[in-house]
C-alpha cells in the first residue's frame, strides 16, 4: 500500500473521507429542509463506493446518456 501520493499508481482516487461526509451531510440537510429528495449526478466519482454513501438504499441517482451523433 502507498504512503505518499507520490508512491500511487495513477490514475488514482483519492477521496479525504472526512470533507466528502461532510458534504454528503450539508447536502441532506440542504435538500431535507427544501422537502426534495437528493437525486445526485454520480458521473463525477464513477466509484460505487461513494455512489453507495451519498445515496444511500433509498434515494435515486440522475444519470446522462450521450446520444450518438
Known sequence: M???LS???TPA???DVAKMSANIARMQDRVD???VKL???LKTTKSLAIAERVCGKEAG???S???PM
Do not use: F, Y
Open 2 to 4: 502507498a504512503t505518499q
Open 7 to 9: 508512491e500511487l499508481e
Open 13 to 15: 482516487l483519492v477521496v
Open 33 to 35: 429542509k427544501l422537502g
Open 39 to 41: 437525486r445526485p449526478h
Open 61 to 63: 441517482i440522475t444519470v
Open 65 to 67: 446518456i450521450s446520444s
